[in-house]
């Protein structure tokens, strides 16, 4: 309702102004009430322009140049020369041009503004073992319980009390499955209850809530003006500059205002101004469509100029958790489902990256369901429990081999269980892509020579790999490939990757369970772990600020052409005054392909 009462307001000044044409025409053709109709006329020129104005003195004040100085030369010179009904027009034409550039862009923010809309505004509280009150979301502290019922938002960070939960979490992750969650696990903000009534103990306000931050990001974008933006006011000025040349050339030459005014007219207002930022604000939109945030618009731009791509290994290029590889038996009298039953009926008790490999793994193999008792974890040591009454424990090799575990039986070796962090299924696909896009690309992790290596021969491209590395040495890697004049984007997904994400031309970070210093680093945040993100990063970069460009020089091109035929007599004011409308609503339906 707000947003059609919005629509509404902004048509009414148009609307008046349209009217006050019609009483003009009306008086002056039919009742031949001339005094009257310029009454009429002046009024709706004045109620038209007044926002005009109003903008033109902030710009002025500002210091900020802006076009709007050739279209109140244009009203001005209009009344001046006895032009009333073109001063109307072009009033009309500006107020109608602002109205459909508002009505454009809030389409363009359309799926930016839906995210705010998902989280709710108050909240259930759980007390005394029953649904409470309800309370707004910004009053609810850290440690309260709150309630949220099936099929609700989950509006705030926490950690599950229920027994068990399922949770919808594409709007953040875009995968299409249900996750499970039992007592302790953590619930994050913006995913969907699908399972019964559930309590929450919150760990995080409002304002530091995963959804939220995701909010600002989008706020703090659409507020930002890029560089492209800054580069059209610059064109701005000089159109300005040519604008007057050829109105004052004409004026020398064949000393005949209506020529200028029409030049003036056709000048009035510049499409570069209005379609620059509704191609970019659609460039967001398309972008958020696809589950990427544009955390600064100015990033678009420079994206689309980026020759060097460097990733993080570990959770951008493969999954980032480990899988089981390999079984490897050596107490014959069990079997594999044997080692893998008794494996999952202790590791499920454990928050441990390598127990909910196995876990997974024992259920990937319809391995049969046993109960452990006794459970007892000892950090560094392992974890054991007792299965069929028999003693077992899980811990790592002498070795310290990260990627193994061994299940023991009292002293004996039952099994080895090694580990990998499998590539991403789309890896390959889309490094071919970025191969073939002219991309120079670069791998920088902190795993050794070997397990990099290894993920490079899956990849099969030629990518240049650093092993091994700190924080520092990525940064310092990013830095040296600047120096050689690259322009370069960092994918990450770690704390670990937040120096080399601040330091490149663009960061883009995968955001996973926590909102890291890693997403604060980053100029993009892809809301899931799909590798294909980067790559429609990058397309939609390219095509926004393609159309963006095109629109500015197709926009001032046909300007000048318009201006030049109305210098030499072919258009006449009022002529040009529509000319120039169908100039500027050429161009906005043209931006707004950047949402597509």
């Not at 705030?156 to 949770?167: H, I, K, P, W, Y």
């Not at 499998?422 to 390959?428: A, M, T, Y």
Request: net charge neutral; glycine share 8%; aromatic share 6%.
């Amino acid at each position: 309702m707000k947003i059609h009462k919005e629509l509404v307001s902004q048509f009414v000044i148009p609307f008046l102004v349209l009217a006050s044409i019609g009483a003009y025409l009306l008086a002056n053709l039919v009742l031949h009430q001339q005094l009257i109709g310029l009454f009429i006329l002046f009024a709706g020129i004045i109620i038209g322009s007044f926002d005009l104005v109003e903008d033109t003195a902030k710009s002025i004040m500002e210091g900020d140049f802006a076009l709007d100085y050739i279209a109140i030369l244009a009203i001005a010179v209009s009344i001046l020369t006895g032009e009333y009904l073109v001063a109307a027009i072009l009033v009309l034409m500006l107020s109608g041009g602002n109205t459909l550039e508002k009505y454009a862009t809030r389409q363009a923010k359309a799926s930016l503004t839906a995210l705010k809309d998902r989280i709710p505004n108050q909240v259930v509280l759980w007390k005394d073992g029953h649904a409470g009150n309800k309370v707004s979301i910004e009053s609810v502290n850290v440690g309260s319980l709150i309630f949220v019922r099936k099929g609700e938002v989950i509006p705030l960070d926490g950690v599950l009390q229920s027994e068990n939960a399922q949770t919808d979490e594409s709007s953040l992750t875009g995968e299409p499955y249900m996750m499970e969650k039992e007592k302790g696990d953590h619930v994050r903000s913006g995913t969907i209850n699908v399972s019964d009534p559930i309590v929450i103990r919150v760990t995080k306000a409002d304002a530091d809530s995963t959804y939220r931050k995701i909010i600002e990001m989008v706020k703090q974008a659409q507020e930002e003006k890029p560089r492209i933006v800054r580069l059209a006011k610059k064109y701005s000025t000089v159109f300005t500059i040519i604008t007057l040349v050829i109105a004052g050339s004409a004026f020398i030459i064949w000393r005949d205002f209506t020529r200028v005014l029409a030049i003036l007219v056709i000048a009035t207002p510049c499409p570069l101004i209005l379609a620059t930022p509704i191609a970019l604000i659609g460039g967001m939109n398309s972008a958020a469509k696809k589950r990427i945030i544009v955390k600064k618009l100015s990033s678009m731009e420079t994206l689309s100029r980026v020759n060097t791509l460097i990733f993080d290994k570990t959770g951008t290029i493969t999954i980032g958790k480990p899988v089981v590889r390999q079984v490897k038996i050596v107490d014959r009298k069990y079997t594999l489902k044997d080692v893998y039953s008794i494996s999952e009926a202790i590791e499920r008790n454990s928050l441990h990256p390598l127990a909910k490999a196995v876990v997974s793994a024992a259920r990937e193999f319809n391995a049969p369901v046993m109960h452990a008792a006794g459970i007892e974890e000892k950090i560094g040591l392992g974890i054991s429990g007792t299965v069929n009454r028999k003693r077992f424990t899980l811990s790592k090799p002498p070795k310290q081999e990260k990627t193994a575990i061994m299940l023991m039986e009292g002293g004996s070796l039952v099994a080895e269980l090694y580990f990998e962090d499998s590539i991403k299924s789309d890896s390959v696909i889309i490094v071919d892509k970025l191969r073939r896009a002219g991309l120079e690309l670069h791998i920088f992790t902190g795993d050794k020579r070997e397990a990099a290596d290894s993920i490079v021969k899956h990849i099969r491209e030629p990518v240049s790999v650093r092993a091994e590395c700190s924080p520092e040495d990525k940064k310092n890697g990013v830095k040296e490939l600047k120096s050689l004049g690259r322009i370069t984007a960092m994918v990450g997904d770690g704390i670990n990757d937040a120096p080399a994400l601040a330091i490149a031309d663009v960061g883009m970070v995968f955001s996973h369970e926590e909102h890291t210093a890693a997403s604060e680093a980053a100029d993009m945040v892809f809301l899931g772990g799909d590798l294909k993100a980067v790559h429609d990063a990058i397309q939609i970069s390219k095509n926004t600020i393609g159309i963006a460009m095109q629109s500015i020089i197709v926009g001032i091109g046909l300007s000048i052409i318009g201006m030049l035929l109305a210098a030499f007599g072919f258009i006449p004011p009022i002529i040009g005054a529509f000319l120039q409308e169908v100039i500027d609503v050429s161009v906005i339906i043209n931006a707004l392909r950047a949402s597509r």
